[in-house]
């Protein structure tokens, strides 16, 4: 339209940001929602176990393990190839985890990113993870909104600069309206593009849309903080050992997630069978894991809350050394597979424990690490997921949000340091789509310094 090439730089993306930002917020919702209600349909009504859930969401503690194990691989196997069939007959760019996918979409075909991708997307998730699956929901919420930057790439037919700006856009204000972390969101969007570079041009779009994107979902769900709000007060340079040791331990444990995670993919990648029978395999291989350790099961939030607080010394130590390693390998089963959901999420219960497995193991005979593991499972939460995902700014602000702890970034800039330096070593990365840098010889021609801007239309925008 004529206006979007006359406009100014601060205006034209008021007006944009804005629109992907309710867009965004809307989509949260609906996922949200879907969610939840397929949760309470295969978990809480046919398994006969309701999952914790985190602060925000009424803190629920599970009385016991479920009333029917025995459904547990039954019904994840089910929830997957409903899933699967879905996302294969009408969408099959929806399967995994959502996010690698928009990546994709920014660097190579900012306007092609089908409508049906979004409602798929959608349902599909909402069945993964409801039944059971071991999936995060930023993926899918991030994928909404993208789509919806995409459209309006279309529509407005946005030069590729713009339309590569709308759609990261999109990433980082759905992730950081479904998580209530519209800073750490809009730091996302410029972030998680690139292995080791940073995009400032997505910036301002992104804060205006996080910040609209959080507004309308916590309209709608509350602005709690997700995990509650943990005044953690930095007072002990002393401790900045036990943070160091989790930034190394963190660095290492997010390597093995996505050494994992893709092994895993491969694995599944080079079975003979129809791919939209694969998560249903994945998913059966899940319940059977949670009839033992129903800690795998679905997001994991709850489980996050737990070990915030005093209830971590009431779970097995056992559980909180095997969780983040059992982790891993549901959600390659889960979404390696090819099922539908995100990997940020269990990214942050693998982190959590890796803090909790620390402070469980040495307080008793370091009295001085505190009577709390707060601090330790929110540093590691910042460190693993942020280093592996290549994202340590972002994550690192958005694990501050979601705890209501900005008290916590000093011990923590500390651990996702470490952690980064790791991981860092090599190439590795849970969002394979990204490039390297700005000036990576595989950035898109027409998305490259000095290069004139495409103006092509996607061909297949529904």
Known sequence: MAWVA?????????VLGTAIGIIAGCGAIVFYE?????????????????????????????????????????????GA?????????????????????????????????????????????????????SGGREGPTGQISAGFGSLLARVLDLDAADARV????????????IFGA?????????????????????LLPSFIASGVGYAVFGAAEGYTPLFGSHGHVFTDPARLIWFALIGVIGGLVGLAYAKGFYGLQGLFARLSIPKWVKPAIGGALVGLI????????STGYGWIQHALGPTLLSMPLWIVL?????????????????????????GMVIGAFVGAAVWRLFEPAFPWMGNTPTPYVIVGMMCCFGSIARAPLAVLLMVA????????????????????????????????????????PDQPPELGAGAAPSRHKANAPF
Do not use: C, N
């Open 6 to 14: 006359s406009a100014s730089y601060v205006r034209k993306w008021v």
């Open 34 to 78: 879907a969610l939840h209600a397929a949760s309470m349909l295969f978990l809480h009504l046919l398994a006969g176990y309701r999952i914790p859930t985190p602060f925000s969401e009424g803190d629920v503690t599970p009385a016991g393990g479920p009333a029917r194990p025995w459904a547990l691989p039954l019904i994840a196997a089910g």
């Open 81 to 133: 190839l409903l899933g699967a069939i879905l996302v294969y007959r009408f969408a099959p760019e929806a399967e995994g985890h959502g996010t690698d996918a928009a990546i994709s979409a920014v660097h190579h075909d900012p306007r092609g990113v089908r409508l049906r991708v979004v409602l798929v997307k959608i349902v599909a998730s909402a069945l993964t993870i409801g039944s059971g699956g």
């Open 166 to 177: 709308a759609v990261a856009t999109g990433i980082g204000a759905g992730i950081g309206s």
């Open 182 to 202: 519209p800073l750490g969101g809009a730091v996302l969007a410029a972030e998680i593009l690139y292995r080791d570079d940073f995009d400032p041009a997505a």
């Open 290 to 297: 949670a009839i033992e350790l129903p800690q795998v099961l």
């Open 322 to 346: 095997i969780l983040p390693f059992a982790r891993i390998l549901a959600t390659g089963l889960s979404i390696g597979s090819g099922g539908s959901g995100g990997i940020f999420g269990p």
């Open 401 to 440: 949000e979601m705890t209501g702890s900005i008290g916590s970034i000093e011990p923590g800039i500390i651990a996702v340091g470490l952690a980064w330096l790791i991981v860092s070593r090599g190439q590795e990365t849970m969002y394979r789509s990204q490039l390297t840098s700005r000036a990576s």
